[in-house]
T-cell receptor, first 114, second 114 residues
C-alpha cells in the first residue's frame, strides 16, 4: 500500500517557468489537498478537492491551478513560477474529507525558484 | 475563524527526560484536535487525535495529550523521550461541520540530546 505518492521530490525552476507537481493516492480517499510549508508559518492550504470534478481554493491559491479528473490523482500546476513560490509542497488526502478525518501526507516536493 | 498557537518553536531536552509541547487554540465552535509529527525529509504523520469522549488521548509510542476546553489547550507530553523522538511536531485544529478546514500551528522542533 503506497499511500500518497508525490513526484518529483526536488525541482529547481527559473522565474516564469511552469510545471506540474504530481500527487496520487491509492486509498480511495475522496478528499485531497495541497499545502505549502514555509519556515515559521506552518502549513498553509493552497487548494483542495472533495471528489472528482470538484475543487476549491484554500488560504493561499494565487499562482496555482488544480484539477481532479480521477479519484486517485490531484496535480498542482504552477503557471508562471515566482521566487515567492519557493517552498516545500505537501499533498494530503483523507477518507470522506470531514473535519474529524485525519490527513495522510505524501513525502513532499521541495521546489526552488531562482 | 480558528487559530492555533504553538508557543515554543524549539524545545531541547535530554534523553529520558520528560517533555511538554504546548498548543493553544481558538474557535467559536466545537473542535477536533490533532498532533502530527514530521521526521526529517518526510511528510507529516498523525500522532494522536481528540474527536470526542475521553479528554486524554494516547499514541502507541508513549505520547499523550489532554484536551482542556476551559483553557483551550491540547498540550503534548511524554514522560521519557528517546533520541528517535527528535522531529517537528505540529498541532492542528478543525472545527465545525462540513469538509476539512484544518488549521496548523507553526510547529515545534523537539531536539533530544543524548
Amino acid at each position: 500500500n503506497a499511500g500518497v505518492t508525490q513526484t518529483p521530490k526536488f525541482q529547481v525552476l527559473k522565474t516564469g517557468q511552469s510545471m506540474t507537481l504530481q500527487c496520487a493516492q491509492d486509498m480511495n480517499h475522496e478528499y485531497m489537498s495541497w499545502y505549502r510549508q514555509d519556515p515559521g508559518m506552518g502549513l498553509r492550504l493552497i487548494h483542495y478537492s472533495v471528489g472528482a470534478g470538484i475543487t476549491d481554493q484554500g488560504e493561499v491559491p494565487n499562482g496555482y491551478n488544480v484539477s481532479r479528473s480521477t479519484t486517485e490523482d490531484f496535480p498542482l500546476r504552477l503557471l508562471s513560477a515566482a521566487p515567492s513560490q519557493t517552498s516545500v509542497y505537501f499533498c494530503a488526502s483523507s477518507y470522506g474529507g470531514l473535519n474529524n478525518s485525519p490527513l495522510h501526507f505524501g513525502n513532499g516536493t521541495r521546489l526552488t525558484v531562482t | 475563524a480558528q487559530s492555533v498557537t504553538q508557543l515554543d518553536s524549539q524545545v531541547p531536552v535530554f534523553e529520558e527526560a520528560p517533555v511538554e509541547l504546548r498548543c493553544n487554540y481558538s474557535s467559536s465552535v466545537s473542535v477536533y484536535l490533532f498532533w502530527y509529527v514530521q521526521y526529517p525529509n518526510q511528510g507529516l504523520q498523525l500522532l494522536l487525535k481528540y474527536l470526542s469522549g475521553s479528554t486524554l488521548v494516547k499514541s502507541i509510542n508513549g505520547f499523550e495529550a489532554e484536551f482542556n476546553k476551559s483553557q483551550t489547550s491540547f498540550h503534548l507530553r511524554k514522560p521519557s523521550v528517546h533520541i528517535s523522538d527528535t522531529a517537528e511536531y505540529f498541532c492542528a485544529v478543525s472545527a465545525g461541520g462540513g469538509y476539512q478546514k484544518v488549521t496548523f500551528g507553526i510547529g515545534t522542533k523537539l531536539q533530544v540530546i543524548p
